[in-house]
């Protein structure tokens, strides 16, 4: 398969065990995130929010993804269900991005087409102010995992971590702008510049890149 350049011998175990510690903290950090994204975005109004906390959502299903991978990795399984495992893991997280960018494009056009005024709050700033120390430290980590263990899903993993930190100063930029100037709409505007690389790595993923995640 194009793109797969994983799975010749066995990893240190040492890595797959740091990868599988990084996808829970994955998956219980972004649950709990997404929790408060989400109610707090919602009585906001806030496109950028809701849409932080729709990507949080889906960074853990994309950290239960990684898990299967690693486990997959960790396992005794032969070299070809390791590569089976791989192609499922790319897949999912292609899709699992596809899905995300699709929908803050869509939520993101509605709040414009309605003209909705984002309600400036602590949790809109702090939220996004503590996930990027979070999300910084979680995605270089896990590009680490990624480059040793020479698989182009968890790479993919470790974009959505990165888009997650992406989406974080985007989502403090729309509310710092509506809140000193008034620019209502530089709310959404932030959410939707996300869709572009978002579906642009959805795509790469999907086909397989050969390795290397430049645009983490």
Known sequence: MAGLSVLSGTPPRTTVSRGVRLAWL???????????????????????????GL????????????????????????????EGAERRAQRGIAVSLVVLGLWIAAQSSWTLWRGERPQVTWVGIGL????????????????????????????????????????????LAGIALHAAAGLWWADPVAAMVMTVPVLQEARETWRGRPGGCASC
Do not use: H, Y
């Not at 950090?29 to 975005?41: F, H, S, T, Y």
């Open 26 to 52: 994955t998956i219980l950090w972004n649950v709990a995130e997404a929790a408060v994204a989400l109610i707090a975005g919602g009585f906001a109004s806030s496109a950028a929010l809701v849409a932080f």
């Open 55 to 82: 990507d949080s959502a889906v960074e853990s299903a994309s950290g239960a993804i990684a898990l299967r991978r690693l486990r997959a990795e960790a396992g005794t399984e032969s070299r070809e269900a390791r």
């Open 128 to 171: 996004p102010l503590l996930s990027m120390g979070v999300m910084a430290w979680l995605a270089r980590a896990k590009r680490q995992v990624a480059g040793a263990l020479r698989s182009p899903a968890l790479e993919a993993d470790a974009f959505q971590t990165t888009t997650c930190f992406r989406l974080s100063v985007l989502t």
